[in-house]
């Protein structure tokens, strides 16, 4: 099974399915509680809906995952151009071949090589992973010192089926910082302002399309719990892990009170116990007693009235303490009101009033009679008239009367009220009841006495409380701070225990629930970190797989050999568990028992499955510097690797170990482009095609044809076929040039070519006019276009070498290179 075909359809659709319905599924084939499972899905909504949910209050469960851009399906590194940037002085272009395949780029440290690695990855992500780790030096040597201006870095990359590419682009003025890059994102859409737009953003976070030597180290270098996270990320188990940690927060606040009320019990049975009182000695072997305390017997101890314990003086000062006066500046004002209610009464007289009510109703009973019998000798009088002046006039002075009568008894009503006022108040000072030996009383009784002696008038009234009550109000002061002082005394302590008591009763009943709610919290905590840990190594197992198939090709002669590795623990503990075993004896951990290049070896084995992902949308991985410390074993073990990711996926790789494109050149493992950098003074750096399926067919062909030691008729048959192939990898290699272009998926471009590869007539047609339906006009294309060299060199490879070639096979590849450039 190839290494790029990682994941089975179910561990696939395990990781496809909507986690929301697969925690559903888990919670009822579990068959948990409605109590719990309300929780775990409350939890995985938000904090608002666990809260409700745990205040019995109706939940929303908004589950639905926030909208966010999707990245398209199937993305290919196209080319990267770098100018002024590390080691590349003038601006150079590394163009990747758009189909499945591995590109080699090798040169000797300090070729400008993997100044082209760190330029894709720089650009796509904003850093490097080389210099993460590394102090400030590393930092400020990115700009190339021979041609710093223009400093630009530039990547370019097609999805599958949209013919223009996404362009990404960062640019620094001379004087910029590496931070400070102007960034351009284009693509058919326009303008962008960054990757997150396109969706990319954290794909290229989960699925890291970039492996360096630096990231590999990590490995060996870096904490567990980075190597856990980093992992852990494309598991998209998020939503669980957010959700865990919002059921841990829901528990503190209840866990925190429920250990104070614990940690207070203990404290307030000390402190009861110290106190001379017997109530206190009560409730302090309440406290003490083992299990859960009798809180109704301690709240009965409280409401034990005071009068049971205390004697008549101590109940005698507790009742000064307790008097309530009201001020002197309110006595003061009460006495003001009053004087002037009372001489606004007076501005009315009482005798002028009553007869300003008589008049009035004389007046009245005139005007009736005016009404009902019209003009007419007065009825009273009998000399004088009543017509119509008599008439306004009347009206005028009934009026001033009532008015007169309406003032006089607002005013006698405001007086009575301010009178009522004054009375109460002196009804209610009161001086509690009971004698005690040197408690200040007499001068408290003699004051109230004399200020209850109330005259009858007004006026009198006001005078007498606002100079008597003042007496009263020292009166009581001072016997106020005797009983304080009294109390102060004799005070046993049991008033400040008991209210440190009550207030620790008050938390108790708030103990029971928070116990219940946090009992909930910690069953649907425990069944969701279960289920994520099922769920975390169900979705692992086809990353772990994957590893396993993985360095079964690169432990060549180890004798090593690697369990599935699993995600374990959690929070501060978490950790990757690589199970291993050395000559067939269980060793526990690998980390602990590999040499230098098996850790590398390792580090490739965990990390290529992330980059590699179905879920993915990036169909490139670019490695650098991945045969360190390797031995040859193990460099021919990745290039296999290398060579069946390749089957789908574009592999870059940068390497000054020539180990590995001669291990793949040797294994003869399919499409291999070797591209050699060379960098000359002044960081000119030159990209040459080292080496390409084409050339290694002709060089082949070239090779065998001029063994003599070998008969002709059986070199001929043998020199005809690969010259045939390399033909058809030109063919393939311009359609898939062309059909990228136009933006035609790459499924489609892999269909086209299979169907048209059956015979050459078909896939040269293909290649010359994009329609394998022509191959009868292939001959008459050439012919006019090319001449008689090109149309015999295409017949001998159709049918075969006859005739003239087959007594000159060098002829025959002489002539098929002049094709193979006629139909490039």
Request: proline letters at 5%; charged letters at 25%; one cysteine or more.
């Amino acid at each position: 099974m190839p290494l790029s075909h990682q994941h089975s359809s179910s561990g696939s659709k395990a990781r496809t399915d909507p986690l929301v319905e697969l925690i559903f599924n888990r919670l009822a084939d579990d068959q948990v509680p409605d109590d719990t499972a309300e929780l775990v899905l409350a939890a995985l909504s938000g904090e608002a809906d666990l809260a409700a949910a745990l205040n019995g209050d109706t939940t929303g469960l908004n589950l639905s995952a926030p909208a966010s851009a999707e990245p398209p399906a199937q993305i290919w590194l196209s080319s990267i151009t770098v100018a002024g940037f590390r080691g590349v002085g003038p601006e150079r272009t590394l163009q990747i071949g758009p189909e499945p395949g591995i590109t080699l780029v090798v040169g000797r440290n300090g070729s400008g090589k993997s100044s082209f690695a760190e330029a894709v990855e720089l650009a796509l992500t904003g850093d490097s992973a080389r210099w993460a780790d590394r102090n400030s030096v590393w930092r400020t040597g990115w700009r190339n010192l021979h041609s710093p201006d223009p400093c630009w870095i530039d990547v370019q990359l097609r999805i599958d089926g949209v013919a223009k590419p996404i362009r990404v682009s960062r640019s620094w003025p001379l004087d910029a910082g590496l931070s400070d890059a102007e960034v351009t994102v284009a693509s058919e859409h326009g303008r962008h302002a960054d990757l997150t737009e396109l969706g990319l953003t954290r794909p290229l976070t989960l699925y890291r399309p970039f492996l360096t030597a630096a990231e590999l180290g990590r490995l060996a270098a870096g904490t567990q719990s980075q190597l856990f996270d980093a992992i852990s990320a494309i598991l998209g188990l998020e939503a669980i892990t957010d959700a865990d940690q919002r059921l841990l927060a829901a528990t503190r606040p209840g866990d925190a009170a429920v250990k104070e009320v614990r940690a207070q019990r203990t404290a307030l049975a000390a402190r009861l116990a110290e106190v001379d009182d017997d109530r206190a000695r009560r409730a302090a072997a309440l406290l003490k007693k083992r299990g859960p305390v009798d809180l109704t017997a301690l709240a009965a101890i409280l409401d034990e009235p005071d009068d049971v314990t205390a004697d008549g003086p101590l109940q005698l000062c507790r009742a000064l303490v307790e008097l309530n006066l009201p001020t002197p500046e309110a006595v003061t004002g009460l006495a003001a009101r009053l004087v002037d209610a009372a001489t606004e009464a007076r501005q009315h007289d009482g005798g002028r009033t009553r007869a300003a009510l008589r008049s009035a109703e004389l007046l009245r009973l005139a005007i009736e009679h005016h009404e009902d019998t019209g003009d007419s000798p007065c009825p009273v009088c009998a000399t004088g008239r009543l017509d119509g002046d008599w008439r306004t006039t009347a009206a005028v002075s009934l009026d001033q009367l009532r008015t007169r009568s309406l003032d006089a008894q607002a005013a006698n009503a405001r007086l009575d009220a301010v009178l009522k006022q004054a009375r109460h108040l002196v009804d209610d000072v009161t001086v509690p009841e009971g004698d005690a030996p040197d408690v200040p009383l007499g001068a408290l009784r003699h004051a109230v006495a004399a200020l209850r002696q109330l005259p009858g008038e007004p006026p009198e009234l006001a005078r007498h409380i606002a100079a008597r009550y003042p007496a009263v109000v020292d009166a009581a002061q001072d016997a106020r701070a005797y009983a304080e002082k009294t109390l102060r005394e004799r005070d046993t302590g049991w008033r400040q225990a008991a209210a440190a008591l009550r207030s620790w009763l008050d938390a108790c009943a708030d103990v029971s629930s928070r116990e219940a709610a946090l009992a909930r919290l910690k069953v649907a905590r425990t069944w969701l970190k279960d289920t994520a840990a099922r769920l975390r190594n169900e979705r692992l197992a086809p990353f772990a797989e994957h590893s396993q198939r993985i360095w079964a090709q690169l432990r060549q002669e180890s004798n090593v050999e690697l369990g599935a590795m699993t995600l374990e623990g959690s929070n501060t503990r978490r950790k990757v568990a690589f199970p291993v075993s050395v000559d067939g004896a269980d060793n526990g951990t690998a980390l602990g028992v590999m040499s230098q290049g098996e850790m590398h070896a390792l580090g490739l084995a965990t990390f290529l499955p992330r980059s590699c992902a179905a879920e993915s949308p990036f169909r490139f991985i670019v490695v650098d510097d991945p045969v360190q410390s390797m031995d040859p074993a193990k460099v021919d073990g990745l290039a296999r690797v290398l060579a069946e990711l390749a089957e789908q996926r574009q592999v870059v790789v940068f390497t000054h170990d020539t180990r590995l494109p001669d291990a793949i050149g040797r294994l003869d493992l399919g499409n291999a482009r070797i591209v050699e950098v060379t960098r000359a003074e002044r960081s000119v750096v030159t990209l040459r095609p080292a080496s390409d399926p084409v050339t290694r067919y002709l060089d082949d062909a070239s090779a065998l044809a001029r063994n003599d030691e070998i008969a002709a008729e059986v070199r001929g048959p043998v020199v005809a076929e690969l010259c045939r192939s390399a033909i058809e990898a030109t063919c393939h290699r311009t359609v898939w040039r062309a059909r990228v272009g136009r933006g035609v998926p790459h499924a489609d471009i892999e269909d086209a070519i299979e169907q048209a590869s059956r015979r050459v007539a078909t896939i040269v047609a293909l290649a010359v006019f994009d329609d394998a339906d022509r191959g009868g006009d292939v001959l008459g294309w050439l012919s006019r276009r090319h001449g008689p060299r090109a149309v015999n060199a295409y017949k001998a490879c159709r049918e075969g070498v006859h005739g003239a070639y087959l007594a000159d096979l060098p002829g025959l590849v002489a002539d098929v290179r002049f094709l193979v450039e006629a139909l490039s």
